[in-house]
């Protein structure tokens, strides 16, 4: 992202000093009551279920904590009030703006809420808040009561898988999702934390949440050491197993990914670590940035989407309040690392065939992205599954999520991850993946699930 950062860290830096002298300011960039969680839940309906909807995407106003705030919220196209969807809440950087968030800034649309918009497909209800003086204080908890009070707001309205409520946010926005984290573990299902620190505070941060921290080796704002702090809060909260994760060389320009191991089921923790400056979209091997280049959107949008749910029943729920606890989830990390991913059986003990593949594309310039929701359409459960499709010519996977796929272009096979590879009757998983092309954003014509052919939705 090319939004003049290496002039104003400077003037970040002495912002930085001064955050973390008083504990409440925090840095400047220029990119344009919780309850124990160890129980957990299946997804329960929001009241917005089955209603038609008030809320039209666009900018929003509320008044919290005596205040009148503004957001900005994007409502899927083709919304369906009795599917609940999930949640990104996305936070603003300091002297950012959810107006910048939610357009994009100079990348475009292909960074619109860190780049996870575009790789929804309109599968996410997305949330820009805007913060006072444009950050984040958290002064006596009123942006947490803001976040609650916004998606009270959305929930009554809108249908809201509550087990799927994620939080992200980069620099001072990371700072405000670490808090977040803290306080409202029961809430959010996983935060992403980009070059972030403690300055918007942390009340409680004693329990679990699913934790992703993406920091710069030699960030001259906030030091690594700010997040490497706040990922480890959540390596114990979560109890996984103490490590020194691997960091690349500086020089190196690269990027290394690790996924702790031990930790409690549902609630991993992955630390990705980049050769590089204060940024939230670094390029492998590049100094520049780019949020169309970046590979920190595709690997947020793996983390988050690894979560699954039971579906919902669409009746709403007794009240908007969001405080369902989140549901179970295995807790193998979708990210590259050292840790080994458990690959399904080499045959799968029943349910081979009859099956149901619906596939939507997103195109671009030179890109894409293709969704693909495979749903067995048989009487017996699919334990382990691998499905096969050829892409056009000219297209190459650049990175997916909920599926390992191999090769890359060409006869495509992508087989299930730990968490997803049994199919009851009936049921649906959705994996998908980011791609260049070469002119041709075409999907396959055919799939084959276990070597059976696939009705084509």
Same mark, same amino acid.
């Given at each position: ?109 292909? *960074?619109?809420?860190?780049? =996870? ?18 950050? *984040? ?41 670490? +808090? ?9 299902? +996983? ?49 996984? /197993? ?22 409690? +089921? ?32 595709? $690997? ?13 029943? #669409? ?22 690392? #050292? !840790? ?6 080499? !045959?799968?003990? $029943? ?7 619906? +596939? /939507? ?6 890109? =894409?992205? $293709? ?64 791609? /260049? ?21």
């Amino acid at each position: 992202m090319k939004l003049r950062q290496r002039t104003i860290f400077t003037a970040v830096a002495a912002a930085a000093l001064l955050v973390l002298t008083t504990g409440r300011m925090a840095l400047s960039d220029s990119l344009g009551a919780t309850t124990s969680s160890s129980t957990v839940a299946a997804a329960a309906a929001t009241a917005g279920c089955g209603k038609a909807p008030t809320l039209r995407s666009g900018s929003q106003t509320i008044t919290t904590s005596g205040k009148s705030r503004t957001w900005i919220l994007r409502i899927p196209d083709n919304y369906d009030n009795n599917r609940p969807y999930r949640l990104i809440m996305a936070y603003h950087w300091l002297n950012g703006t959810a107006q910048i968030v939610d357009s994009g800034g100079s990348d475009g649309a292909v *960074w619109a809420y860190y780049g =996870l918009k575009q790789l929804s497909n309109n599968s996410t209800i997305f949330i820009a808040p805007q913060g006072i003086n444009n950050g *984040w204080g958290n002064t006596n908890g009123e942006d947490l009561t803001f976040t609650d009070d916004v998606l009270k707001r959305v929930e009554s309205d809108l249908c809201v898988d509550t087990t799927q409520r994620f939080a992200m946010g980069w620099s001072y926005g990371g700072s405000m999702s670490f +808090a977040v984290a803290c306080a409202r573990p029961t809430v959010f299902r +996983a935060v992403a934390v980009y070059s972030g620190a403690q300055l918007s505070g942390c009340n409680g941060g004693t329990q679990p949440v699913a934790y992703m921290g993406i920091h710069g080796t030699h960030d001259s704002v906030l030091n690594i050491s700010n997040g490497r702090s706040l990922r480890d809060r959540f390596v114990t909260n979560n109890g996984c /197993t103490p490590m020194t994760p691997r960091e690349p060389a500086q020089g190196s320009l690269t990027h290394i990914i690790t996924a702790y191991s031990g930790c409690r +089921a549902g609630y991993p923790v992955v630390w990705a670590a980049f050769d590089g400056d204060h940024t939230p979209s670094p390029n492998d091997g590049s100094t520049s940035t780019s949020g169309a280049r970046t590979w920190t959107s595709g $690997e947020v949008w793996k983390f988050f989407t690894q979560f699954q749910s039971t579906s919902p029943s #669409p009746s709403p729920s007794p009240s908007a309040s969001p405080s369902s606890s989140p549901s179970a989830s295995p807790s193998a990390s979708p990210s590259s690392s #050292p !840790s080994p991913s458990p690959s399904p059986s080499a !045959s799968p003990s $029943e349910g081979s065939g009859a099956c149901r593949v619906s +596939a /939507t594309v997103n195109a671009w310039n030179n890109g =894409l992205t $293709e969704n693909i929701a495979i749903t067995n359409t048989g009487s017996s459960a699919v334990n382990g599954w691998s499905l096969a499709f050829t892409l056009p010519g000219g297209q190459t996977i650049t990175n997916g999520w909920n599926a390992t796929y191999s090769p890359t272009s060409g006869q495509v096979t992508a087989t299930n991850v730990s968490y997803n590879g049994s199919l009851a009757p009936g049921a649906t998983t959705e994996i998908g993946f980011q791609a /260049t092309h070469t002119g041709n954003a075409a999907k396959p014509t055919a799939f084959t699930l276990n070597g059976s052919p696939c009705t084509i939705a």
